[in-house]
């Protein structure tokens, strides 16, 4: 079976957009344009205007074009923070001359746009070859001061609809996000892993430490994320945290996702299964030339993967795969890796962190890419990166908790079971 472990299949009513976007280090136009294009499509008199043949299969540069001739100032920021100068007086680009990126978040934003049924099916579709897919919630409006339309309460209900239509079951389970704000929040991960979600999903850059937060809520979430462990660790659960110095960083607290904040927790629960996702940052795991940042986390991973036999990683939003050389000196880092302790290779895990990654170039290549430079390196252990890691990762092993959690799942809801569940006996 082949898994990418890390995926996401939110919508614009999932996540306070402009909140998400400006904790991300996007630029304020770019931003802006992506409110646009999501205000735009429940706009039907903007839609009629984008010529009524083509309303519905608009091209993403006529799209862009329409909105900035109705939005001359956004043309303008657009230009000033994302083009070099440009003759003065000119107050128009031809859509030959927008960067890529540009049109990368114009698709990214459209796709928002969908319904989760449309964004699962994009993704199912984008990566034919993997079997499962365990997408991501994310729970971030506490943290910066703007809630999303739909509640998180009313998207754990929806994610359970999704994976329930004949087209998908079988092919996702999700992760529930964990936020200890939240009053209710083990009871939210609790309803959830018991109806077809399996695992929970942290965010530590938001603002807050795996465990040792200091403040006046500092104790207060510390209970919260240790009543986490415990239960996660009772029942089989693994988690998946958020591992780099960027994402949707709140207040400069991205420091709080530094591996070495996870140590004391992991000594504190030894059988906890935990995914440091990306890597601690691919880039950081190259390091030069490709980037030189001081005390990078991967090396810091590698030790608690040393340490603690259920620490996993997974290798997404990893962009430079597409780039032949740095691919090469990817593939030797890890055979470096591997070298100096083989268990390393078994919690390496395949993962694409789509659609997020759509911000990046060749996003469609993305596990084929991964398939070139891996597969010729180690051979022998391909199937485990592309699958078997996750599956030990996930608990898929006959007779585990998260095996028999799944089979009461199917048979309560009377739904077929999938191959690769049927095949793993729950006793």
């Known amino acids: ?215 006046p809520n500092g104790a207060t979430i510390d209970q919260r994320l240790e009543d986490l462990y415990a239960f996660c660790e009772a029942e089989d659960v693994p988690i998946v945290a958020h591992c780099t110095r960027h994402g949707a960083e709140v207040d400069h607290h991205g420091i709080f996702a530094d591996p070495d904040h996870w140590r004391p927790v992991l000594e504190r629960h030894r059988s906890l299964r935990l995914d440091l996702a990306h890597f601690g940052s691919m880039e950081e795991l190259l390091g030069p030339p490709y980037d030189d940042t001081p005390d990078p986390w991967p090396p810091k991973i590698v030790a608690l993967m040393g340490d603690f036999s259920n620490v996993y990683v997974d290798v997404s939003y990893f962009d430079e795969i597409a780039d032949r050389d740095a691919a090469a000196a990817c593939m030797q880092k890890l055979a470096t890796l591997y070298a100096s302790n083989p268990a390393i290779a078994r919690r390496v895990m395949y993962g694409s962190d789509w659609h997020m990654i759509m911000w990046a170039p060749a996003v469609d290549d993305y596990y084929r890419n991964f398939v070139a430079a891996y597969g010729p390196q180690f051979p022998s252990g391909l199937a485990d990166f592309l699958g078997g890691n996750a599956e030990r990762f996930l608990g898929l092993i006959a007779g585990a908790k998260a095996v028999q959690r799944l089979h009461v799942y199917y048979e309560r809801n009377n739904f077929t079971k999938p191959a690769w569940l049927a095949g793993l006996s729950p006793a």
């Open 1 to 215: 079976m082949q898994i990418d472990v890390h995926a996401h299949v939110f919508n614009a009513d999932d996540l306070p957009i402009r909140g998400f976007l400006r904790h991300r280090g996007v630029p304020e136009a770019l931003a802006e344009l992506v409110e646009e294009i999501i205000q735009s499509s429940t706009d039907p008199g903007f839609r009629a205007g984008l010529a009524a043949p083509m309303a519905a299969t608009v091209s993403d540069a006529e799209l862009l074009e329409a909105i900035l001739a109705r939005r001359p100032d956004l043309r303008a920021a657009l230009r000033g923070q994302l083009l070099p100068p440009t003759v003065p007086g000119v107050q128009t680009l031809a859509l030959i001359e927008w960067p890529a990126l540009v049109y990368r978040f114009v698709s990214w934003a459209r796709l928002l746009t969908k319904s989760h049924v449309e964004i699962a099916a994009r993704l199912m579709s984008t990566y034919s070859k993997i079997d499962l897919f365990p997408p991501l919630m994310m729970d971030i409006g506490d943290w910066v001061g703007e809630q999303p339309p739909t509640s998180v309460p009313d998207q754990i209900a929806g994610m359970g609809q999704l994976i329930a239509r004949p087209e998908i079951a079988g092919r996702m389970h999700p992760f529930v996000a964990f936020d200890p704000l939240r009053n209710d929040g083990l009871a939210l991960v609790r309803g959830a892993i018991s109806s077809g979600f399996i695992g929970v999903k942290l965010y530590p850059p938001l603002g807050y430490r795996p465990i040792g937060n200091a403040g």
